[in-house]
């Protein structure tokens, strides 16, 4: 699923989100191979984090004091001039989180071009990584799947073989909590992270493991499940859409992404307007994601991210909320543009 090898994979418990936490955790109290020192011994360490992204990644910097400067994202990843520039300058940059497919909320898959970018750029940390949270590798809405160059192999090539850790799990395609998550990274990098693992544990619960190996058998098996689930959301993300394009599609006062597969529909409202629309959709019943959630700190600067999450509502539901949410954003664009002309 991750298109690694055997000996480049450590497969964990139920949460990817635990193996990310921890891999941060390991850094800053004991580094990682081929840091000079743990990060936590440090003056100062920072991330990267393009956005809008995935609030849990922010939420583990938040926990560890760790500072994130936040970069723009493009329609094929994260503006890479920044992040190249930015972690060749600043030896306190110590790492990169990155949802690379179906991004977590715009629904971006990154380019090759990004890809090998990211493999080969020169870092002034020497230690620097990409925490690459390949959460939607295998959550098509359609044929028409992006194909995600594998990040470990552009890494090998471009001589930069430990630079990068992966991480996945099966909590959107089995059971959130009862899935199997995994880590992936270089051989070297895994056997430093093996000798600290095994004072952490003993091992993750391997009867889950063979329950999930018997019940997919392999990449067709999952593929196939995955089929099945397509079936049960894209219609939920195709009556969003229509909603969108129906309700706002000619008024210029709102942008949205159109993504392939994952979880979300990225929606910009004009800039200033988003923490109101989620207020006042609050207050008409529709409860959304917090408006400012996909920025470091809880803080969108431009304050027009709107993260729709469409999986769990019935279509029903969901209908009735979107055209909620459109005639939100219609009141405040047009509060604001009123009171812009005086």
Not at 107 to 132: C, H, N, P, Q
Not at 166 to 175: E, M
Request: proline share 5%; with cysteine.
């Amino acid at each position: 699923m991750l298109e690694v090898q055997a000996d480049e994979i450590i497969v964990g418990g139920s949460s990817s989100l635990t193996m990310m936490h921890d891999a941060i955790s390991r850094a800053m109290l004991h580094g990682v191979l081929g840091s000079v020192a743990p990060w936590g011994k440090l003056p100062a360490v920072k991330f990267l984090c393009p956005s809008p992204g995935y609030d849990r990644h922010f939420a583990i910097c938040e926990l560890f004091g760790i500072e994130m400067i936040v970069v723009d994202m493009n329609h094929d990843g994260p503006d890479m001039d920044t992040v190249e520039k930015l972690a060749g300058e600043d030896e306190s940059i110590k790492g990169i989180w990155c949802v690379p497919k179906y991004s977590n909320p715009d629904g971006i898959t990154y380019s090759d071009e990004v890809v090998d970018r990211l493999a080969g750029m020169r870092t002034k940390a020497g230690d620097f990584r990409i925490f690459w949270d390949n959460a939607y590798a295998v959550h098509h809405l359609s044929d028409r799947s992006d194909r995600l160059k594998p990040i470990l192999e552009a890494c090998r090539a471009a001589g930069n073989p430990d630079r990068v850790f992966l991480f996945s799990s099966t909590s959107k395609i089995s059971f959130s909590g009862a899935g199997v998550a995994a880590m992936a990274a270089s051989a070297a990098n895994l056997n430093h992270i093996r000798k600290q693992l095994s004072v952490q544990t003993i091992g993750p619960d391997k009867i889950n493991q063979l329950r999930h190996v018997r019940f997919f058998g392999g990449m067709d098996g999952i593929r196939a499940h995955m089929d099945k689930h397509a079936a049960i959301i894209k219609p939920k993300f195709d009556t969003v859409i229509s909603l969108l394009e129906s309700e706002l599609g000619d008024k210029r006062i709102a942008s949205w992404n159109e993504p392939n597969g994952g979880y979300f529909i990225s929606l910009n409202t004009l800039d200033g307007c988003a923490k109101e629309v989620v207020a006042m959709a609050a207050v008409a019943g529709v409860t959304l994601t917090k408006a400012g959630a996909t920025f470091p700190y809880g803080h969108d600067p431009r304050d027009r991210n709107i993260r729709i999450a469409p999986s769990y509502p019935t279509t029903a539901e969901l209908k009735t909320a979107i055209e909620i949410l459109c005639l939100c954003v219609q009141i405040v664009s047009a509060k604001k543009l009123l009171s812009g002309q005086r």
